[in-house]
C-alpha cells in the first residue's frame, strides 16, 4: 500500500513536546470498479479530530470539530505514495505529530475538492462537491450538488458523463499514536451508472441519441457521512423535475 512522506524533507526543529513519531495514510479501495487502484494518482481530503485519551469518537463527536486537519489534501502517486503539506507556510515541517495524550479519528472523501480556488482553475469536484463546515460537530459530511445547470449539460441538453462523479469516504476511528500508519479503505457511496444495451443479435449495432431520463427525481443534493459504519443520507429538494 502507501506511506505518507515528503520528497525530500527532513525534520530538525527542537521538539518541544514528546510525540510518537507523525501521522501518515495509506490506503485501500473496496469497489468493484476497475478504474481505482489503490488510490494511484489520485487526491483525497482529510478531516481530523483529536480529543483525549480516556473517551472514544462516540463520546466526543457532540463536540469535536475537526482541528486535527481541515480539508486536508493528501496527494497519492503513481506509484500509490501518499503525501501531505499541513505547513504550507513554513517550509521547514510537513506532517501533523501524534500526540502521546491524545485520541484520534479520521475522516476522508474522494475526489478532493477545493472551494477557495478560483473560477477558472476549478475541477468539477471542487465546483459540485462541498465539505461540511470547519466548526461543525459531529461526524463530517460531503455533499453532491446534481449538475443541472447549463454549464454542465452537451449541445443535446443532456448531463455531460464527464461531469458525473463517483463518490468514496473512508473512516479510521479512535487511533492512537501505537497505530501508527493511518489505513483507509474507500468505498463507494454514490456512483455513474452505465446503461447497456443487447439486441440478442450475432450482428453489432450502433445506437446513436440513446437518452435515460429519471422523472420526478426528489433531489438535488445528496448528503453524505463519511464515517463508513453511517448510512444515514440527507437529501436537498428537487426543483428541476427531470434529469437526463
Given amino acids: 500500500f502507501a506511506s505518507c512522506e515528503k520528497a525530500g524533507f527532513v525534520s ?3 521538539e518541544l513536546f514528546p ?5 501518515r495514510f495509506s490506503t485501500g479501495v473496496k469497489t468493484k470498479a476497475p478504474i481505482i487502484d489503490n488510490m494511484k494518482a489520485r487526491n483525497f481530503g482529510v478531516l481530523g479530530y483529536e480529543y483525549g485519551m480516556n473517551t472514544n469518537w462516540q463520546t466526543a463527536s457532540p ?6 486537519f481541515y480539508n486536508q489534501e493528501i496527494v497519492c502517486s503513481d506509484q500509490g505514495v501518499c503525501s501531505y503539506d499541513a505547513y504550507p507556510t513554513d517550509a521547514d515541517k510537513s506532517l501533523k505529530p501524534w500526540e502521546l495524550s491524545q485520541k484520534y479519528s479520521f475522516f ?9 480556488k478560483s473560477e477558472e482553475q476549478k475541477t468539477v469536484a471542487d465546483k459540485l462537491l462541498t465539505v461540511s463546515a470547519s466548526n461543525q460537530v459531529n461526524t463530517p459530511r460531503v455533499t453532491y450538488s446534481l449538475p443541472f445547470e447549463d454549464d454542465y449539460l452537451d449541445s443535446d441538453g443532456m448531463v455531460d458523463p464527464d ?3 463517483d463518490l468514496m469516504t473512508a473512516s479510521s476511528i479512535d487511533q492512537t499514536a501505537g497505530a ?5 479503505t474507500f468505498q463507494h457511496r454514490l456512483f455513474c451508472v452505465e446503461v447497456v444495451g443487447q439486441n440478442f443479435n450475432d450482428v453489432d449495432e450502433t445506437i446513436s441519441n440513446l437518452s435515460v431520463s429519471l422523472n420526478n427525481l426528489s433531489y ?10 453511517d448510512i444515514n443520507l440527507e437529501y ?3 426543483d428541476h423535475g427531470v434529469i437526463s
Avoid at 472523501?109 to 472551494?115: E, L, N, W
Fill in 236 to 238: 436537498t429538494p428537487n
Fill in 108 to 116: 476522508a472523501y474522494f475526489p478532493y475538492c477545493d472551494k477557495n
Fill in 19 to 23: 510525540h510518537a513519531g507523525y501521522i
Fill in 220 to 229: 438535488k443534493g445528496i448528503s453524505v457521512p463519511m464515517h463508513s459504519n
Fill in 163 to 165: 461531469n458525473l462523479l
Fill in 12 to 14: 530538525e526543529e527542537i
Fill in 180 to 184: 501508527g500508519m493511518v489505513s483507509f
Fill in 63 to 68: 463536540l469535536a470539530a475537526p482541528e486535527t
